[in-house]
Nanobody
């Protein structure tokens, strides 16, 4: 069983930055593939970034060069640094853990990009 708690969302102006955190419970965090997804109103949930247990990363084309996913296995935490945010990136951001083929979700954190 894995429990995920996101934090760090909020209101930011276009061009601004935010760092999201996702704290995970349970053992074996270091073996989990961790990811961030987002869901805007009226749209499907989409993958933003993923990081493997070995630290390999992959990003959606729309965020490459602006977002960075990282993990601290000692703290059981995964991060998403978001720079140069755009209004269309307003969404609920969700943390996801894949633990031996079983997926777990956090409750989400709202990110609003607006002037």
């Amino acid at each position: 069983q894995v429990q995920l708690v996101e934090s760090g969302g909020g209101l930011v102006q276009p061009g601004g930055s935010l760092r999201l955190s996702c704290a995970a419970s349970g053992r074996r965090f270091s073996t989990n593939v961790m990811a961030w997804y987002r869901q805007a109103p009226g749209k499907q949930r989409e993958l933003v970034a993923v990081i493997t247990s070995g630290g390999n990363t992959n990003y959606a084309d729309s965020v490459k060069g602006r977002f960075t996913i990282s993990r601290d296995n000692a703290k059981n935490t995964v991060y998403l640094q978001m720079n140069s945010l755009k209004p269309e990136e307003t969404a609920v951001y969700y943390c996801n853990a894949d633990s031996y083929g079983i997926g777990y979700w956090g409750q989400g954190t709202q990110v609003t990009v607006s002037s």
